[in-house]
């Protein structure tokens, strides 16, 4: 018997395994794809995301592919600036990366006869002593069940019935077509009702936007819009994009009053989905995967592994949950009143001090 069967070969999923391989754990990863292609796009992962790369050696792997942010701005439709914050280069704070580097770097840790592909999960069965999962005709029984299975959690709805929840944030990413470049800082311009989002890892740059859509609201028109109000590289890189490489999606929220059941426990989006705005998904996912892979290096009877892996992780989450009520509220309010009051207000921010406080509580 296997002692942890892992279903999902995701960031979380794949970080969790490299943990587990580093201690000399037994595992399996069972991966729905038939083959890891180079899918998603650009994401930010702060210093905590950093520090579990660090700690498996694959940091630098995964700098040489990113882009290290030392400062960034927020502006509003016009271009002009709102604020700034200066992050200190030597303190590693904030990387702009393609999720496939992540990936990637991870992946290069896992042994490959670890990882079981085209491995959709069909069945799973509770036992006394453990547990059983059905996925590619074949049974992987085992001492634990991970669900790293991302937002639409298989593992979640299954053992836990429990689904993700739909917000009324809608998202847009899109590479620059070839030719066009972005400025070394990363740039998030500040429209009413909607967020736009510039960036780019070493080698290309990417636009992100989010935008809140209310019910009767066509998205595309609120695309268009916010487009259209943006203007300038932005507006000009979208007309130029094919529009079969702009890609659509809802922001969506998990919340879970637990995430272990019997011999299951949920890590990363699975277990507590939190909304794009706060850059957190992906460091999030390789935090669980470390304090889970370090409870269960620890040994113990499996709900005493579950109960001090969340115990760990439950002060984390709380903290984003409040940065992510503060920042939804703020960045995305459609009430023009309450975005002239807060772009006022953003300018005496000590944001610098802000995000450098909030890197270091999620350590």
Not at 82 to 102: C, G, K, N, Q, Y
Not at 137 to 165: P, T, Y
Not at 282 to 306: C, P, R
Not at 341 to 356: D, E, G, H, Q
Request: with cysteine; glycine share 10%.
């Amino acid at each position: 018997m296997t002692r942890t069967v892992i279903v999902g070969g995701g960031i979380g999923g794949m970080a969790l395994a490299a943990f587990l391989e580093q201690q000399g754990e037994d595992y399996v990863i069972l991966e729905q794809a038939e083959a890891f292609d180079r899918v998603g796009y650009g994401i930010a992962l702060w210093r905590n995301g950093i520090a579990m790369l660090e700690e498996l050696g694959v940091a630098e792997n995964v700098f040489g592919e990113g882009y290290l942010i030392d400062r960034f701005e927020i502006r509003d439709s016009a271009g002009d600036p709102v604020t700034s914050v200066d992050l200190a280069p030597h303190e590693r704070m904030l990387l702009a990366v393609h999720r496939a580097d992540i990936h990637d770097a991870l992946r290069s840790v896992v042994p490959r006869e670890k990882i079981v592909m085209d491995a959709a999960p069909t069945g799973v069965e509770m036992k006394g002593d453990g547990v059983k999962v059905t996925a590619a005709g074949k049974e992987f029984a085992g001492e634990l069940l991970v669900g790293a299975d991302g937002v639409h959690s298989w593992v979640r709805e299954s053992v836990f019935q429990q689904g993700c929840e739909e917000t009324d944030t809608h998202l847009w990413w899109f590479w620059l077509p070839e030719g066009m470049t972005m400025p070394d800082k990363l740039a998030l311009i500040w429209v009413q009702g909607s967020v736009v989002i510039i960036g780019k890892n070493r080698h290309q740059g990417l636009v992100e936007l989010g935008a809140t859509v209310r019910d009767g609201q066509d998205p595309e028109d609120v695309l268009e819009a916010a487009m259209s109000e943006v203007g300038g590289v932005v507006e000009d890189a979208y007309t130029r994009v094919d529009p079969d490489q702009v890609f659509h999606d809802t922001a969506k929220r998990v919340r879970l009053p637990s995430w272990t059941k019997d011999r299951t426990v949920l890590i990363g989006d699975a277990a507590h989905a939190v909304h794009p705005i706060t850059g957190m998904g992906a460091s999030m996912a390789l935090t669980d995967a470390y304090a889970l892979a370090e409870e269960i290096g620890d040994g113990g009877s499996v709900q005493n592994i579950f109960g001090r892996y969340e115990a760990r992780r439950r002060p984390d989450l709380k903290k984003t949950r409040r940065e992510e009520l503060f920042l939804y509220r703020t960045m995305y309010t459609s009430s023009p009143v309450f975005h002239r009051v807060m772009k006022s207000i953003y300018p005496f921010l000590p944001l610098a001090r802000y995000y450098k406080r909030r890197l270091r509580a999620h350590l």
